[in-house]
Every structure is written in C-alpha cells, then in structure tokens.
C-alpha cells in the first residue's frame, strides 16, 4: 500500500510541477505591449492625446526616434491645445475601437509667431531634449497630452511608439512548484519506507534465547551482542545510512524550485498599509483647476530670478522685460539708468529663487492667468521674504512679475488655499470686500496725503504700518535738506495718488483678498523768489535722470510704492492691512 501511496504522490506532484512550469513559461503571456504612430512628418509639432497614453493601464513609456533634437514634454491637455492653436500640427488620437490614428490640425487663431520654440514654456509641466532618440517614462492621466517637436522649426519627429507594460505575474505557479516539491518529498519517504518493508518481511527470522526473569533486557541484549546471537554487519549498517539519506536530494529539489521562483510567482498576500488621515478639501463644483501645479511654479520662480540677475549684471532692460512688467519692470529700469550714470549706486535687491514658500495660483481655464509666490532668500546676510504677483498674458508669453515686494518679518499672512486647490481671482470692482480692490490705492494715497483727516483712515490698519513711518520719515528728511541748502528761498511739497497699474486681487479661504496696487508719491521743490533757483549738489539721482544740475522752476521727484494688502470680506470688523511693500525711485523731471 504504501507503493500505491508513493506512486500517486508522485503523479500529483509531477503534475502540480509541470503545471506551475508552464506557467512561467509557454503558457505566460507578453510582459508589455506597444502602439507605433508613424506620422507623415509635413508639422512642426505632434501632439499625442492623453487617450492614447491611458488606452492601457499602467505606466507609459514614449519612445521618439528622429534625426537631429528630439523634444519631448507634456501638460494639461487644453493648455497644450491652446499653445498650438496659432499652427499647423498634427495630433494622434485613438477611435472608438481604441485604433490609434493620426489627423493634420489647422491653427484656429490668427498665427502669433513662426518657427516658435518650444524649450522652457511655462505651461509645460515637465520636458525632456535628446539628440537622435528621446525615451523617457510617463504616468499621465487621461487629461494631459504630450506634446513632440525637434525645434519647433524642422518637422517634428515622425517615429513615435508608446509601450505599456502588462501584467503577466503567475501567482500560482510558486506555490505550485513548491507544493509539488513538497509531494515529491512525500512519495519518496513513502517509497523508502515501503522497500524497507518489503526487506523486512522478506529477510529470515531467528529465536532468541530464554531471558532471566530478573535479568534487565539491556544486559542480555549486550551479552547477546557479545556472544553474536543478535550481530548487525557494517554492511548493512551503511545501507541504513543511506537509506536515511535518500531524501535528501529531494530536499534540495524542492528548495532549488523555490529559489528559482521570482517575486511575481508568489500571491501578494501582504496588507498594504491604511492611509494616513488628511485634511479634508472642499473644492467648489465647477471650479477650474489652477493655473500651475507647484513644482511649475518653483520652475517659473527660478526662471523669472535667473532671468533678473542676469539683466541687473547688463543693466539691460529689454532683458529684464522678459520677466517683469508693470511697477516691477519700472523701477528696474529707473535702476539701470541710475547705475549707468552713477558707479556707487546700489542695484535693487535680487529676486531669490528658492525656497519657495507659499503658491497661490489662480483658478481658470484662459488667460491671462495669475500666480502669487512667496519665496525666502537663501542669502544668511540678507534674509528677506519676497512676496510676488506674476501674471501670463497669453499661451505663448511667460509669466512675467509685475508686482514684487518685500514682507516683515512680523507679517501674518491670512488663510491661504493648498497650491493644488488654488484660488480665485477676485474683479476689481468686486462688492464682496469692505473695499474693492480698483479703490484702494486711492484710498491709500488719501491717508498719505491726509492722514487721520482722511475718510479711509478707518478702514486701514495705520498702527502697525511701516509704509507710512517711512513715507513720513522720508518726508521729514526730505524737507530738512531743502531747508538747509534753500535757507529759506525755496518750499516742498507732498502728493500722492494712485499709481497706473491695474490691482491684481487673488481669494483667501476666509473670502478676503490679497491685493497688490501701485501708489506713486511725488515731491516737488521749488524756489519762493524770482532769483533762486533750486541745485541738485546733493541730489545725484534727480541729476542723472533730469540731464541738469539746477532749475529756477524746481524739480519733481516721483517714488512708486509696490503695496500688497490683507482686505477682509463684507461684513468683517477686520481693517485693511499692510503686508508688504517695495519702494524706489521712478522719475524725476525739471518742474513747468
């Protein structure tokens, strides 16, 4: 019987083997799949739908073969769409079938540029340049698309293949060939056992002599022994020996199987661990998705401050309106007219490009588009918190910074939404804030002017403003120097109003605003008499930007203030607050 045990252990074991080696090989199935898109290279660009990338589950590895530069990135879909739509391009798709097919695009706009380059937009969240052959691998979902050129001049890359992996785990056949080792051990200590039965039965039998009653057994089994009535022979002492060691081999059969077994032979029985609790985020049904992601925005961040260093080392303008608008690239461009003419003057503090420490973009689906950034500088000897308002224009334009100022040390910014949420822009006309946001620069520059006299003063946190400590202090400095070189011959005085460019409001979760306005401050000295005139001794910027030394009519002297304020929603009790500011000298010029 135990022959008959021995032989169906081995069948099931060979079986359950066999089945778990089939598994790995003829009966496993492709480890990925691919589809191949052949365009016919007449577009400067393709764009490969993010339908094509999600057709297949899993990771997706873009594979592109050209002849010279190789571009490669990718970005939400619509933007993507949107910076192609002034050309030709050609876009692959899949069909309702999920057959991937190309088709030629026609630009839909009035074309903005030709022979435009692709390299370093910001509306790209990521991109890759190779010579020859691009591969790179992606996990995109279904809302973003990749977008291929060679130099956004020459055809765009005509070979592209896209590979998925598949899953062809055998998580059977482990256990399988393990299980059938196991067995196989079984029928072969079964067939050990049944020879030795068998030799058992078959070998002669012999009568042992009587025993003592009282005699131990253990003494007479070594009398016997010593008498050779019960003798075993070496012999057949090592043919025990082997015998016990006969499943030994199957041992290590079945171990070596076992090892040979890869990770993905074996069921993945492992819990897998309980996500951590977060925060729970309400995003408004229909609200857009914002306008960058974080790591785009530490991308922009480093852009536009490479950018400005590199034009505050040339004192180039034009360099510096890559990257600056509005009051920022104003008083840049004041900066670099005063350091041309004057050696020791100080250039404007650096625009740090890390760390960032706060993204706030905007929530929208057109442009222009809006992104407000607080970064720290990374400088030890001069820490300062810069606070930003960048703004893209179009599709094809970057974004540009057109408010830049610096927070105190003792600022507390109100509730701000995750980067991921992002923010809506608030209209300047907007009724939602105890002020909107087109009213208060003039509103600012009235307490200014008028002080605690002013109808707005009120509304404003002036206690703890140290805009206007300096604004007054400048204005106390300002006045004794004309004294002293005037000696009673000439007068100042003061006015400020609300500078030209448009405020620029994102939400805060509290449904207040952060607003940034421009207010320009001017100065105007004059003589008092017919015979005086006023001297510009002390006064080498006012100089260099008026091309005289003297006037008999005076001079005007025009400061722009970059202002960032916290303004409460309607209803609040909260007052206006000042956050930040940036101020420099803008234009002087010989009064009428």
Known sequence: MRFVWAVVAFVIAAAMIGAGIAQRTVFQGPSETSATVQTDGTTAYTLVDGAVLTSVPGAQTLRVEGDGAVFASYGRTADVKAWLADVPYTAVTVDGEGVVQTSAVQPSVTPVSTGRSPVDSDLWLDEYEQTGTLSTTLQLPSDMSVLIASDGTAPAPANVSVTWPIDNSTPLSGPLIVGGGIVLLIGLVLYVLGIRHVRRQRRPRRKGLPLPVTEPI????????????????????????????????ALGVSVALMAGCSADAWPQLAASESPSPTPTVIVPEGQFPPAVTESQAQRIVSRVSQSVAQADAALDANAAAQRLSGPALAERQTNYKLRAAISDRPALPAIPAEPVQIVLPQTTGTWPRTLMTVVESADAATPTTTIMMMTQQTPWEEYKASYVGNLEASTNLPELAAAYVGATQVPPDSSFLVMAPEKVAAAYADIINNGQNSASYPLFDTANDLLLTAIQDNKTKRTDELNQTGAGTAQISFEASAGPASPIALATLDTGAIVAVNVYESDTAKPTNADAVIKLDNNPAVKALTGVDQSATGFTTTYSDQVFFYVPSQGSDDQIRLLGYRSSLLEAKVSP
């Not at 009535?229 to 057949?236: E, F, G, K, L, Y």
Request: proline share 6%; net charge positive.
């Open 218 to 249: 253990s003494t007479v089994d070594a009398d016997a022994e010593a008498k050779g009535v019960v003798s075993q022979s070496p012999a057949r002492r090592g043919r025990g020996a082997r015998r016990a060691l006969v499943a030994v081999p």
